[in-house]
Nanobody, 119 residues
Framework: QVQLVESGGGLVQAGGSLRLSCAAS????????MGWYRQAPGKDRWKDRW???????????DYADSVKGRFTISRDNTKYTVYLQMNSLKPEDTAVYYC?????????WGQGTQVTVSS
């Protein structure tokens, strides 16, 4: 059973930084892609989530326009971990961030980590 565990969320002032981590229970090389979705406050997790960033097994990355230049996704295959470095945070970045991993057998999700950016 694949497990993804997020950490690193918290409360930060606008302009600050946080680094989220997503640790997998085994090798992340089995994932075609891994990344982060977020769910804004008061929104439905499955209907209103949207992709923040993703990284493929080959290392290619994609970002939502609203986070380009501020967020960086990376992976450490030896630690089975994907990271999301978030800089210049804004109040509108406040959300629950969910890690996911896409495999031929399906998509796996973490439990989510709360990020709150105060103005």
């Amino acid at each position: 059973q694949v497990q993804l565990v997020e950490s690193g969320g918290g409360l930060v002032q606008a302009g600050g930084s946080l680094r989220l981590s997503c640790a997998a229970s085994g090798s992340i090389l089995r994932f075609n892609a891994m990344g982060w979705y977020r769910q804004a406050p008061g929104k439905d997790r499955w209907k209103d989530r949207w992709l923040v960033a993703r990284i493929t097994s080959s290392g290619s990355t994609d970002y939502a326009d609203s986070v380009k230049g501020r967020f960086t996704i990376s992976r450490d295959n030896t630690k089975y971990t994907v990271y999301l470095q978030m800089n210049s945070l804004k109040p509108e970045d406040t959300a629950v961030y969910y890690c996911y991993g896409d495999t031929p057998r399906g998509v796996y999700w973490g439990q989510g980590t709360q990020v709150t950016v105060s103005s």
